[in-house]
């Protein structure tokens, strides 16, 4: 499930993208925020995926929210929505990488357009993770295997990338010295028959 940061100073504003979300069928786990510096010191416990954001609000703008969300999290996707169809706005936010910029009042089919292409993204980018991960585990493993020290698999990829190796606590390799299968294919059909396969 992906993570969501509501910011805006109106209440009914953040119930209203609440609603929306709901409307389309949305999973999210949501926090609001009813001003930037609450919503910056929220995504400190609370990383979310996503950052909607209003651009005026007190204390601390959207921009400027989004500015130091950049360089907090600079995988996080920010949407803007405002009643201010101000060119200098827009031209801001697609500098600090905004998703899109949406004007109030908020049109719901291009919000759910917006929130889709995103959540696309999001799913396209943790598939991507899965199968990277996967493979540097085979990969590793394959090399441990062939005799290459843990210490120089630390060096090369550090240790928080190999942590995964704690779920193994026992590994047992088997060396014959001629085929254990039979070298033909008929052998391998043999053995597979005598093992019930």
């Known amino acids: 499930m992906f993570r969501l940061m509501i910011a805006d100073d109106e209440d009914a504003e953040r119930m209203g ?88 009042p908020v049109d719901p089919a291009e919000f759910n357009r917006v929130i889709g292409r995103v959540v696309e993204r999001l799913t396209r980018e943790k598939e991507t993770i899965t199968q990277n991960e996967a493979f540097l585990k085979s990969y590793v493993i394959a090399r441990l295997l062939n005799q290459v020290s843990y210490e120089k698999l630390i060096q090369e990829y550090g240790k928080e990338q190999l942590c995964f190796l704690r779920e193994y606590t026992r590994l047992i390799v088997i060396e014959f010295e001629e085929d254990v299968f039979g070298s033909i294919i008929s052998d391998i059909k043999a053995f597979s028959n005598l093992s019930g396969g």
């Open 17 to 104: 993208i609440r609603f929306l979300l709901h409307k389309f069928g949305y999973a999210f786990e949501i926090r609001e925020a009813p001003d930037g510096m609450e919503a910056l010191k929220g995504l400190g416990e609370f990383p979310a995926d996503i950052l909607v954001t209003d651009v005026k609000m007190p204390f601390l703008n959207g921009i400027d929210l989004a500015a130091k969300v950049r360089e907090q999290f600079p995988d996080m996707q920010i949407i803007f929505f405002s009643g201010y169809d101000d060119f200098e706005y827009v031209k801001q936010a697609f500098s600090l990488q905004a998703v899109d910029y949406i004007l109030k």
